[in-house]
């Protein structure tokens, strides 16, 4: 079977969609995190494909891949401060269920 | 120096009562001889442009005040016969009064606020006399009313006074502001503030006749307010609340004449709409004929002064509305000295004997001579007696009337007026000072040096003052002819003269029987009189039909406005933006539940909103 560009996007809206769907419906703020991390690298993996599959000069295209290593790399620095908040949220609170951490309104 | 150091004259006051602001407080004891320094500074001013004038001739200068747009505003000074006479009375009178305030107010806790205001009120007047732009000249039209505000209510304590001072400032500012308006309305015509500007315009025939009209009409109200002209004139009598002293400058000598003042000055322009000039003369002449009414019935003798005032600033507007600003000047000069000596004279009767009711006080002379002399000098002045000043004024007044573009008919009640002044004038020097001394006026005494001395001042002046009406040769061809540049001398016209000192002689024969031989009884004649001699007592109403007024119109309309603005404009214009938004905040701030998912799905509802709106496009 050949490789196409519209498996690559069929990936990545699956990812994504899990991704929406563990941010939604998940209690845990370790999931909700993984979650955006999933929802992230579904736009990484849309991104190399298209870059491979545009019809664009090969100087052009290879911007695609770059864009992908600066996602990377900001979600490393992403989840770690926000698994830094969390572990501070769960010392504080003895729990990090995000249900329980609703001050934040009216 | 010059004519040009005329501008220090209102200067040195103005620093004067900075000085007085500053210090007043800390050390008071100071205030009335920086005050009284400045006055005679000004005074001194006065001498050294009046010797400069005397050489050169007329001067103005002026100089830049500030620029909007293209432009200018400017400062400046006019000097002339008529701005000389005015700042010479002003600065002497104002010298006079403060002196005589040293002694009348010597035991006040408020004495340095009383000449900070003093001083405030001298730079004033000086700078409303010397503007040579009606901007300025309104400045100081308004800081004039501002001191006269502060002085009536000097005394604030007293809720009188207090209601006094009010009155005196809402009446005069009902002028005021259709003065404002018709100032304005010159400058929309002529496109500059400038007297002489605007004069030249207006002879060039620059300026639409109906505009011009209108706006001098209601210039002639400003002064009508400030001059106490009928139906302005409610707030003067009132305004003998404030100290004697303040009465006699601001109310008699100085500021009430502003009016006349600004008459004369405009006269050049007011002589082209002949409309304008018979109001002026008619509002003049009632207004002489009613206070001199009024006065006949008042018992307190401030007050009998005060409408003897109103009645005097009327022959004045008489004056200048037959066509004679010259007369008009020539009598504001003799009835400012003559009232000044009469109502310091007054201020010492009250000081000597503590009596302000003329049915309290009699045979005062035997403990008061000195004060009687200069009262009756003063008093005997107005009334007209021959060779006092105040005849010859009285008469050029009566000549102007009969030569100039008025009617006769304006003649006969002329002498009406004249004949009201000389009755209640006989009515005043015979209860005042002639007959038995009552037995609460035992106590009665002259005052001292401070106090004599400015009265008997202003007293020999106003007898002898009338001499300026003569021609003293070809650089001098009478008073008149002076401030109006005429080439016609002094003269008489023994008809009217005659018939003023008949009136003279006879009025004061007529009250010497009522007052003193009583064999006219002066109840008798009030009984005959019926209406007339009530409504005279009760004022004419006017004060009635104001009050009713203000009672019946100006507060339910300041009601009504008073509700429109709280329920439209603060509860619904300002509270209600403010009540919906909270409102509305209090019901959508439930969407914040604080759950992060919850968010997020608002996130991704808008997203797929955002992208169907895309696709669909």
Do not use: C
């Not at chain 2, 000085?19 to 100071?30: F, K, M, N, S």
């Not at chain 2, 009046?50 to 400046?76: V, Y």
């Not at chain 2, 304008?276 to 009613?290: Q, S």
């Not at chain 2, 007050?303 to 200048?320: D, E, N, V």
């Amino acid at each position: 079977m050949e490789l196409e560009l519209v498996h690559f996007q069929v990936l990545s809206a699956a990812l994504f969609s899990i991704g929406i769907f563990g941010v939604l419906a998940r209690r845990s703020a370790v999931m909700v995190l993984i979650s955006i991390e999933l929802m992230l690298n579904a736009v990484n993996v849309n991104l190399v494909g298209i870059a491979a599959f545009s019809d664009r000069a090969a100087d052009v295209r290879v911007f695609g891949q770059i864009l992908v290593v600066f996602i990377i790399t900001l979600a490393a620095a992403e989840i770690g401060l926000a698994l830094a908040i969390v572990l501070r949220v769960f010392r504080n609170r003895g729990s990090a269920n995000v249900d329980e951490l609703n001050v934040m309104k009216w | 120096m010059g004519t040009d150091a005329a501008f220090l004259a209102p200067v040195i006051p103005a620093i004067a009562f900075a000085l007085i602001l500053i210090t007043g407080r800390r050390v008071p004891g100071i205030a009335p001889y920086l005050s009284i320094a400045a006055i005679v500074a000004s005074f001194v001013v006065w001498i050294v442009v009046f010797l400069a004038f005397l050489d050169d001739g007329p001067g103005t200068r002026s100089i830049e005040w500030f620029t909007i747009g293209t432009f200018e505003f400017t400062w400046g000074t006019t000097v002339d016969e008529i701005s000389l006479v005015m700042l010479g009375v002003v600065s002497f009178v104002a010298i006079g009064i403060q002196i005589y305030s040293l002694d009348y107010l010597h035991d006040e806790p408020r004495l340095w606020w009383y000449f900070a205001v003093q001083s405030l009120f001298a730079a004033a007047m000086m700078t409303l006399v010397l503007a040579d732009n009606l901007l300025l000249l309104y400045l100081g039209w308004e800081l004039v009313g501002l001191g006269s505000y502060l002085l009536i209510g000097f005394w604030w304590e007293r809720r009188s006074a207090a209601e006094a001072a009010k009155k005196a400032f809402i009446t005069t500012r009902i002028g005021d502001v259709a003065m404002l308006i018709g100032i304005i309305l010159l400058f929309r015509a002529t496109g500059t503030f400038e007297i002489s500007g605007i004069t030249e315009l207006a002879h060039g025939g620059a300026v639409d006749e109906s505009q011009l009209k209108w706006a001098l009409i209601l210039i002639f109200a400003g002064a009508a307010g400030k001059s106490a002209q009928i139906p302005l004139h409610v707030w003067l009598p009132d305004a003998m609340e404030g100290p004697t002293p303040v009465s006699a400058l601001i109310h008699a000598a100085t500021m009430v004449v502003a009016g006349v003042y600004l008459m004369v000055r405009l006269f050049p322009i007011y002589n082209m709409i002949p409309e304008a000039l018979d109001l002026i003369a008619v509002i003049g002449l009632l207004t002489a004929v009613v206070a001199g009414a009024i006065a006949l019935s008042m018992t307190d003798l401030k007050r009998i002064l005060a409408y003897s005032t109103i009645s005097h600033l009327g022959f004045m507007m008489l004056a200048i509305g037959a066509g004679a600003p010259g007369v008009a000047m020539f009598h504001l000069l003799a009835h400012a000295f003559a009232k000044a000596a009469l109502f310091l004279a007054a201020g010492s009767i009250s000081h000597g004997s503590g009596q302000t009711d003329i049915r309290e006080m009699g045979g005062l002379w035997r403990r008061m001579p000195f004060t009687t002399v200069t009262f009756w000098i003063g008093a005997l002045s107005l009334a007209g007696l021959p060779l006092l000043s105040g005849f010859f004024s009285k008469d050029e007044i009566l000549l102007a009337v009969h030569t100039g573009r008025l009617n006769d008919a304006f003649l006969v009640v002329t002498f009406v007026a004249v004949a009201f002044s000389v009755l209640y004038t006989g009515r005043m020097l015979y209860r005042v000072f002639l007959g038995r001394l009552l037995p609460h006026n035992e106590g009665a005494h002259e005052p001292g040096i401070r106090m004599w001395a400015p009265i008997g001042v202003f007293a020999a002046l106003a007898a002898v003052i009338g001499v300026l009406a003569f021609e003293w040769g070809h650089e001098y061809m009478g008073f008149v002819s002076w401030v109006e540049d005429a080439e016609e001398g002094f003269h008489i016209n023994t008809a009217i003269s005659g018939g003023s000192i008949a009136i003279v002689v006879i009025g004061l024969y007529l009250t010497w029987l009522i007052y003193m031989q009583r064999r006219i009884s002066a109840s008798d004649i009030q009984r005959r009189l019926g209406f007339l001699a009530t409504a005279a007592e009760r004022k004419f109403y006017f004060d009635e039909v104001y009050q009713w007024g203000i009672k019946q119109v100006v507060l339910p309309m300041a009601r009504l406005t008073a509700f429109i603005d709280r329920a439209w404009v603060n509860d619904i214009g300002v509270d209600g933006p403010g009540k919906t938004t909270r409102w509305g905040g209090g019901i959508l701030r439930y969407i914040q539940t604080g759950m992060v998912y919850n968010y997020a799905l608002g996130m991704v509802i808008g997203a797929v909103v955002l992208a169907v709106i895309w696709w669909s496009i």
